[in-house]
């Protein structure tokens, strides 16, 4: 009864049109009353400590990181590095794309900015070159999402706050497995644009790489130093998050000299705009999270699913198509924030990492922000780059069923995650 009491609430009033952070406010207090120990108190005070977390710091300065490398140049020249480099080759503007989104996920840690980034300055490169436009900006769309896998990753903080694990751990399990989706991407392009008819540019001189690589040395800079610090315990994630958006400004700003102090404040509130529906989000979450305890959701769970508390694979499996179907209708944060404190009792009755469970769910739900209708970084591509929305979204199918390969691929053989994890640790 308890389990229908908060799936109806929520469902209802996100059905309703309710805003999702309200959703989950109602569905506390339903929660609360179902187990009549309803005290607007203990509501305030869950939300307030649902926010006040240390490691949350880091959401902001990671927003307004990816605000100022945008703004600021960084993402132009790492495009223009990675032009050089393989521009040339037969679709090659799609391999540009993909080179691109990694190191930038690597700057910023945002899906929806790197998605902005790529379809302004890409899309109408490929258009012109006569790339299919659906195509183009569904391989633009997928390759945004490996920005939340690898470091410095803003869903990996917020999942890590839910769910009481080492973020640092996080980050560093993140690099290989978002390196697999680069991979699977690249696979897939090649596979599709191998006989169609496109022209590539003019191969690029041996100086012109190096002219490239000069001018992109202080954008490339920013993810050595953060994943540097953050492998030999330079800094905490929420300090590299403060070193990020302090580099990002001043190389905007003093060395490639394009952002203007009169941009800042546009910047700011942009950044701010952004953190406070992430942190309004926790807050509600938290609410939601505390009940759900209270309410002994998690044992009602795993009693449920007890036949697969034996077999971790099927129970992971059986954890990654939940998510797929929440992912579908919901969008990332919310989703993490939903159901962290309902898996990760499951996960710890099975004896899987937590670091690898939270590597699978990360990819699971990064892919939700690609899978329609929800799908937040299909609007901003289709926004930006002037597509209709059914074209992208046909677009990016055979890229989306990759990236869903490598998540199950990675259910199937763990080590293809702890091995590497193991290392950068």
């Known amino acids: 009864m308890t389990i229908a009491v908060f799936l109806g609430v929520l469902l209802g009033a996100m059905a309703l049109g309710v805003p999702i952070a ?12 179902h187990l009549d120990m309803f005290d607007a108190q203990i509501l305030a005070q869950n939300a307030v400590e649902g926010a006040n977390s240390f490691p949350l710091l880091a959401v902001p300065f990671f927003m307004l990181a990816g605000e100022i490398m945008n703004a600021g140049g960084l993402s132009r020249r790492i495009v223009g590095f990675a032009m050089t480099l393989v521009g040339h080759v037969k679709g090659g503007l799609g391999y540009v794309g993909i080179m691109a989104a990694v190191l930038m996920a690597a700057l910023s840690g945002s899906a929806v900015a790197d998605a902005a980034a790529l379809a302004a300055l890409l899309l109408p490169m490929m258009k012109r070159a006569g790339y299919d436009s659906a195509r183009s900006a569904g391989l633009l769309a997928s390759a945004s999402i490996i920005a939340p896998v690898i470091p410095p990753s803003i869903g990996f903080v ?7 694990v080492s973020i640092s751990k996080l980050f560093m399990a993140g690099i290989a497995p978002g390196a697999m989706l680069g991979a699977a991407l690249w696979l897939t392009w090649w596979l599709l644009v191998r006989k169609e ?15 490239a690589l000069k001018d ?31 580099y990002a400004l001043f190389v905007s700003t003093v060395i490639y ?10 910047l700011f509130a942009a950044a701010s705009q952004t953190t406070a529906v992430i942190m309004f989000l926790v807050a509600a979450a938290m609410v939601s999270a505390w009940m759900i305890t209270v309410a002994n959701l998690p044992g009602e769970l795993v009693a449920l699913l007890q036949p697969l508390l034996d077999r971790p694979t099927l ?42 469970f939270g590597v699978l769910f990360m990819i699971n739900n990064a892919i939700g922000l690609i899978t329609p209708p ?10 930006v780059g002037k597509v209709s929305m059914d074209r992208v979204v046909r677009g990016v199918l055979p890229f989306m069923l990759a990236q869903f390969a490598v998540m199950f691929l990675l259910v199937l053989f763990p080590s293809l995650v702890i091995a590497p994890a193991r290392w950068f640790y």
């Open 22 to 33: 309200f959703s989950l406010l109602i569905c506390g207090a339903a929660l609360m009353w």
């Open 158 to 164: 917020v999942f890590g706050v839910a769910a009481n």
């Open 197 to 211: 008819k496109i022209a590539a540019a003019p191969r690029a001189s041996h100086r012109q790489v190096l002219v």
């Open 216 to 246: 992109a040395t202080f954008a490339l800079g920013l993810p050595a130093i953060v994943v540097g610090g953050l492998k030999f315990g330079v800094f905490t994630p929420t300090e590299a998050a403060v070193v990020a958006a302090v």
């Open 257 to 266: 000299r394009e952002l203007k102090l009169s941009q800042l404040y546009d």
């Open 315 to 356: 129970l992971l499996i059986a954890l990654m198509v939940i998510t797929m179907l929440v992912g579908t209708a919901m969008d990332m944060t919310p989703t993490i924030l939903i159901l962290t404190p309902v898996f990760m009792p499951l996960v710890k009755a099975a004896g899987i990492d937590p670091v690898y």
């Open 374 to 383: 929800v799908g937040t970084v299909l609007s901003t591509v289709a926004g």
